[in-house]
């Protein structure tokens, strides 16, 4: 749909005075409807009336617009009262409603039934982590309705609500401000769609901001990965959970994309594979000798290419192993809940899940001297902003070696 407001050329009145029109196109046809207004030509800027210039006489441009502007309110209104209420679109159901001297009762658009369908219709062309994303939000919003005793629609999409939701949020459910960024990151997604589809007019929600803070990057040193990599566990399970943690340490590969690791993917050199997060093909990473032999060891087994473990054993396992090859060092992370900075100290095993693992290969190859260029492809990293918050924690790192080393 459609809407813009055209001058009538052919209707020019003697006083050189145009009226004004409202074109509308949708679904192939195009309905005109006079406005009741007209304006010099020199005075119109293709959407609105300008204003007019001091030594000429009042054109009323202000009130003009304003009714030019309700004009295009009542149309949008309109279509939100056809979808609504599915009246199928007709250029004579069109004019019947238009030419109605009655307020138009607009349809209330369910928020959260709008939101099911923005998931739905996301799952053809979006990741299954995208959408587990949305759902998780759409579950949270839900959560927060039913426990503040509030209702959640379109219409409500404001500041009052914002602030609402920000104090659920930090003072009840005491969440991290990035995770509240990061709600805040997929409604506002879910909202500039529900724009576009006529769902509301209401924008008032692009006000809405939330600050992401840096977060603490937890990795293992060089030191510490060689010597989880060469220790001689007495469990299988230990064993399984240690290689397959180390295959992302060597490969920069997240725990989502091992998983689904096939022999299919691996050739003498390399791994080539599609990356689920950020939908790339065949994308190619060279085995270094210590991912080699970690799949050459699963060579011919039951378990070839890797043993698959689910994530939260797999957290729980990588753990176990880590504190069993005494990585100890004390270790603290720092997160805002609010504008309350928090922070925890503990012995560093605690801190180390699947994620680590590839936050472990990128700061290494820095600081082994890998080119940066390099490790964006290998990485299969889209942003310079994400390599960079890496190359902060590297140049920290060795200053603190330097520390050490030299005092």
């Keep these: ?17 145009i009226p004004i029109q409202l074109v509308l196109r949708h679904d192939g046809k195009r309905i005109r409807k006079n406005t009741g207004f007209s304006v010099l030509e020199s005075h119109w800027n293709g959407y609105r009336v300008k204003p007019n210039l001091k030594k000429e006489p009042n054109n009323n441009y ?10 295009e309110e009542k149309v949008n209104k309109l279509f939100l009262y056809l979808k609504g209420n599915e009246i199928p679109f007709s250029v004579e159901k069109f004019n019947e409603i238009f030419e109605n001297k009655e307020e138009i009762i607009e349809n209330k658009f369910d928020f959260f039934i709008c939101f099911e ?13 995208t959408i587990k994303g949305q759902t998780t939000v759409k579950n949270y919003l839900e959560a927060f309705s039913k426990e503040t005793n509030s209702t959640i629609a379109f219409d409500k999409m404001d500041d009052v609500f914002f602030d609402s939701l920000m104090s659920y949020s930090y003072q009840t459910r005491k969440i991290k401000q990035n995770y509240f960024a990061k709600i805040i990151k997929v409604l506002k997604s879910f909202l500039s769609w529900a724009v576009e589809k006529n769902y509301t007019q209401n924008r008032d929600f692009e006000k809405f901001k939330a600050t992401e803070h840096d977060i603490d990057i937890i990795f293992l040193t060089f030191e510490e990965l060689m010597r989880l990599y060469n220790f001689q566990f007495d469990s299988e399970r230990l064993s399984h959970a240690r290689d397959f943690y180390c295959m992302g340490c060597f490969t920069g590969l997240r725990f989502s994309d091992l998983e689904k690791l096939h022999l299919a993917n691996i050739t003498d050199d390399h791994i080539i594979l599609s990356i689920q997060k950020t939908k790339t ?29 689910s994530s939260q054993k797999f957290n729980e396992y990588i753990k176990e192993c880590c504190e069993l090859v005494e990585i100890n060092q004390l270790f603290t992370i720092h997160w805002f809940v609010g504008n309350k900075k928090k922070s925890l100290t503990q012995p560093k095993y605690k801190f180390i899940t699947s994620h680590t693992a590839r936050k472990t290969f990128i ?10 260029k390099a490790i964006k492809k290998i990485a299969n990293i889209k942003k310079d902003a994400v390599l960079d918050k890496y190359m902060k924690v590297t140049e920290a790192f060795t200053d603190e070696q330097m520390d050490k080393a030299w005092g």
């Design 1 to 17: 749909m459609k809407i813009v407001f055209e001058l009538r050329k052919e209707k020019i009145a003697q006083n050189g005075l």
């Design 62 to 71: 202000e009130i003009i617009n304003s009714e030019l502007q309700l004009i």
């Design 117 to 129: 369908e923005y998931i739905e219709k996301g799952k053809l062309t979006k990741t299954p982590n």
């Design 281 to 309: 093909q065949n994308h190619a990473i060279k085995l270094n000798k210590y991912a080699k032999a970690i799949l050459g060891k699963y060579k011919g087994t039951i378990y070839e290419p890797l043993p698959i473990i």
């Design 363 to 372: 700061t290494n190859s820095l600081l082994l001297g890998m080119e940066p």
